[in-house]
């Protein structure tokens, strides 16, 4: 006797069997030979029901349905009918179309349903956050370039012009003590003479003092500004003097 591993309650139904009877045995889903496909589904039941499996009355029914399409398939034909019968038998439907267009719909479901299951899977991976209320923020609100008409280089060439500028000619004599200015000190110092301004000042106004390590911090707290877009720098036309913005005061207009 043939030993099946698979249990009967791992099937959801007699459809799914065949599916699985047609897989295994490799057989055209739409040319089903019908004494093979019922031999082995019968030889399935038989063997769930002598393992005293409980057997489901629709894979009875299914039984029973194959039978019949078997039978209908080995019906003898009667070569003295005449033409018109002869038409009218070829123009009959196939008894197998019925369980095909079953099976058919079927497997698009199964399909379906394992597409959906792997990508619930997947989706029970991700984990979301609460909505946020966003109503502060203005719908149509586009993002600050925080560069106007040029390039982070520009900016460059600018710091260099007004470094060589203010360095000293000669080094002074005098032994002074070195400060350090955290970037986070200057960028709130740099905001704060933005505010008094109106919101505006040239970039060259920024570097009051020739001190090299003040021009240095005050060039970087510009671009920490720039990137966490507190501010915004433009310059009309190339060499004219590039402009401050802060953001801030922008919206409240």
Not at 99 to 106: F, G, T
Not at 152 to 161: G, N, W
Not at 205 to 214: A, K, M, Q, V
Request: aromatic share 8%; net charge negative; hydrophobic share 35%.
């Amino acid at each position: 006797m043939t030993q099946y591993n698979v249990r009967l309650d791992a099937f959801e139904g007699p459809l799914d069997l065949l599916l699985h009877l047609i897989n295994r045995y490799e057989i055209d889903i739409y040319d089903i030979p019908v004494s093979q496909i019922t031999e082995q589904y019968l030889e399935y039941i038989h063997t769930m029901q002598e393992l005293q499996l409980d057997v489901a009355s629709e894979y009875l029914v299914m039984a029973a349905t194959l039978v019949a399409i078997k039978s209908k398939t080995l019906l003898p034909k009667h070569e003295e009918e005449d033409y018109d019968q002869q038409m009218e038998m070829d123009m009959e439907e196939d008894p197998r179309d019925e369980l095909v267009r079953r099976l058919i719909e079927y497997r698009k479901f199964k399909e379906a349903s394992t597409y959906l299951r792997e990508h619930e899977g997947q989706r029970s991976l991700t984990f979301s956050k609460p909505p946020s209320n966003l109503e502060h923020i203005e719908a149509n609100a586009e993002p600050v370039n925080p560069v106007s008409n040029m390039t982070i280089y520009d900016l460059v060439d600018a710091f260099q012009s007004i470094f060589d500028k203010k360095k000293p000619k000669k080094q002074p004599q005098t032994k002074i003590d070195r400060q350090d200015i955290p970037i986070d000190t200057r960028m709130n110092e740099i905001v704060t003479e933005l505010k008094g301004k109106k919101g505006v000042r040239t970039f060259k106004s920024l570097f009051p003092y020739p001190s090299r390590d003040h021009m240095v911090v005050t060039f970087l707290a510009v671009l920490e500004l720039m990137k966490t877009r507190q501010i915004r720098c433009e310059q009309e036309k190339n060499f004219q003097d590039i402009m401050i913005h802060l953001v801030q005061e922008e919206k409240s207009h």
